[in-house]
């Protein structure tokens, strides 16, 4: 990728990373369902009214929305809500890079060469060693929730490039990310708002409105505009211009970010078994994603 995508790709990492203290931070007033449902209103709302809507079927449109807010956030939130570690979960939610890779091969035929498979291998000894701590905690079910969260947000990375690819076989213009974004976000409005009312406490979707306050709109408001429209925005568009393998990688800076963040924020800590896990996680992705690029860059010199 040229220096600029490469900085952009950083820079959406870097504010991914941070919005771990937004999301637990709204946590604290709204449930997980109301808060989804309010960060994709506000991503949708006013910037739908400004964009066309994509050419792309209603479909595919509806089931980008419905597994990046429902199967990637909302899963996210339950598992942080049951006592995940919000700085580690930045961290094991990045499993989407080799998710991503493998939809990639399996749907598209992209290479994967030897170092990313024993990169995978690595990074899922890792997790093992991750998982087997938060076992012992009594929060076993919200590691593996994580790692469902991470396969649906692998999953709305391979509907963006399949999006992309169908919009371009019909000849179509390519598919702007942020009519995408808003779009994509009208769509999963709905259901979430649905499901919020059947599963959550009477008026939780009200609470910004009744109880407002500046806290909770400033953190509504990075989780809308600065994770979803910009980072999810230009990042799907990133995606279609570049293979998955060049792209995922960078989201290895996340849970840099994250735990900073985090333990910045909350002083969240991580025991010394959880720091060998995730050195091994972040090892693997290294030998995965870095070594590759080096290697790479040797051969043409």
């Not at 964009?51 to 939130?77: E, N, T």
């Not at 709305?156 to 999006?163: C, L, Q």
Request: net charge positive; with cysteine; charged share 5%.
């Amino acid at each position: 990728m040229p220096p600029r995508h490469t900085l952009l790709a950083l820079a959406i990492a870097t504010i991914w990373g941070l919005t771990f203290v937004s999301i637990k931070i709204g946590l604290q007033t709204l449930p997980p369902f109301a808060l989804s449902g309010w960060r994709f209103f506000l991503a949708a709302v006013p910037l739908v009214f400004f964009v066309g809507r994509p050419q792309a079927p209603w479909s595919w449109l509806l089931l980008y929305g419905l597994l990046i807010a429902i199967g990637q956030f909302v899963v996210l939130f339950i598992a942080l809500n049951l006592g995940f570690p919000a700085g580690l979960m930045s961290l094991v939610v990045q499993m989407q890079v080799f998710f991503t890779i493998g939809l990639a091969m399996f749907l598209y035929r992209e290479t994967v060469n030897r170092l990313q498979w024993w990169g995978a291998l690595i990074a899922t000894l890792g997790l093992a060693v991750i998982g087997a701590t938060k076992l012992q905690g009594g929060v076993g079910v919200a590691f593996f929730l994580v790692l469902f969260a991470a396969f649906c947000w692998a999953a709305g990375n391979t509907v963006a490039k399949h999006v992309a690819k169908l919009a371009a076989s019909k000849g179509d213009a390519k598919i702007n990310p942020m009519n995408f974004i808003a779009w994509t976000s009208v769509a999963a409005v709905p259901p979430l708002i649905v499901i919020s009312l059947a599963m959550e406490p009477a008026g939780s979707l009200l609470i910004p409105i009744i109880h407002p306050s500046w806290a909770l709109c400033f953190h509504l408001c990075v989780l809308a505009y600065a994770a979803q429209v910009f980072g999810y925005g230009l990042w799907s568009n990133l995606l279609t211009r570049y293979p998955a393998s060049a792209v995922s990688p960078f989201a290895l800076w996340v849970p840099v970010a994250g735990m900073s963040a985090t333990a910045w924020a909350f002083g969240e800590t991580l025991s010394a078994l959880q720091i060998v896990g995730a050195l091994i996680v972040m090892a693997g992705l290294a030998v995965a994603v870095v070594l590759p690029g080096l290697l790479a860059r040797n051969t043409t010199r």
